[in-house]
């Protein structure tokens, strides 16, 4: 990580993991399918402004942590190969998945308060804040606050667009969905392992 590292770049890369991080399958997924078959294009902003809610709350405590480590290019170039490693592996997952989404089942509830059980019922979404998200916010922060914000709007953008897309296909007919969300989830696969070797290269190199 060094302080030469442009705002714009930042962006497009938070962008782009976020966005394909979304693309796979998982709890908050399905709440905005099922919300969105009975509330319509509404959903994804409350669903997405719950889940964005708690995202800030956790970049904001680990924030704490990033600015007490900040010094210690040891443990900050561990944290970037261990993050470059798990973004790899998310996306060899993504690129061998076959998986779908099945919203068959009804949710029940506001669609703000599901946004949030769903985002915390979800175990790599710790996972993820924990490693990869660290990376990011680590990188951002030498940048200073602003970078950390670029950050953190390039990751709530890419869910905004993500789930806005999802609610729309939703709405016009489930088939869309499941094949856009397939062949999104293959070439995403790809790109993050792409760049977790990139997070991983800078982490061991520098």
Same mark, same amino acid.
């Given at each position: 990580m060094n302080n030469s590292i442009p705002l714009y770049q930042i962006f497009l890369a938070s962008f782009t993991v976020a966005f394909v991080g979304a693309a796979s399958p998982g709890p908050l997924m399905v709440v905005t399918i099922a919300k969105s078959l009975k509330e319509g294009i509404k959903t994804p902003f409350i669903v997405v402004g719950a889940h964005a809610l708690l995202e800030l709350l956790m970049l904001s405590i680990l924030l704490v942590a990033a600015n007490a480590i900040k010094d210690n290019h040891l443990l900050v170039s561990l944290i970037g190969v261990v993050g470059g490693l798990c973004l790899a592996y998310l996306g060899y997952g993504m690129w061998r998945s076959e998986s779908s989404v099945d919203a068959d089942n009804e949710k029940r509830?506001?669609? #703000?308060?599901?946004?949030? =059980?769903?985002?915390?019922?979800?175990?790599?979404?710790?996972?993820?804040?924990?490693?990869?998200?660290?990376?990011?916010?680590?990188?951002?922060? !030498?940048?200073?606050?602003?970078? =950390?914000?670029? #950050?953190?709007?390039?990751?709530?953008?890419?869910?905004?667009?993500?789930?806005?897309?999802?609610?729309?296909?939703? =709405?016009?007919?489930?088939?869309?969905?499941?094949?856009?969300?397939?062949?999104?989830? !293959?070439?995403?696969?790809?790109?993050?392992? #792409?760049?977790?070797?990139?997070?991983?290269?800078?982490?061991?190199?520098?």
């Open positions: 509830g506001h669609s #703000f308060v599901l946004g949030a =059980v769903a985002t915390m019922s979800n175990p790599y979404w710790f996972l993820w804040w924990a490693t990869i998200g660290f990376t990011f916010l680590l990188m951002g922060w !030498q940048r200073g606050i602003l970078g =950390v914000l670029v #950050f953190y709007i390039g990751h709530e953008l890419a869910d905004l667009v993500w789930y806005l897309l999802v609610g729309a296909l939703t =709405v016009s007919g489930k088939k869309k969905l499941e094949r856009y969300s397939s062949l999104i989830t !293959q070439i995403g696969g790809i790109l993050l392992i #792409f760049l977790g070797a990139y997070f991983f290269a800078k982490g061991l190199f520098g």
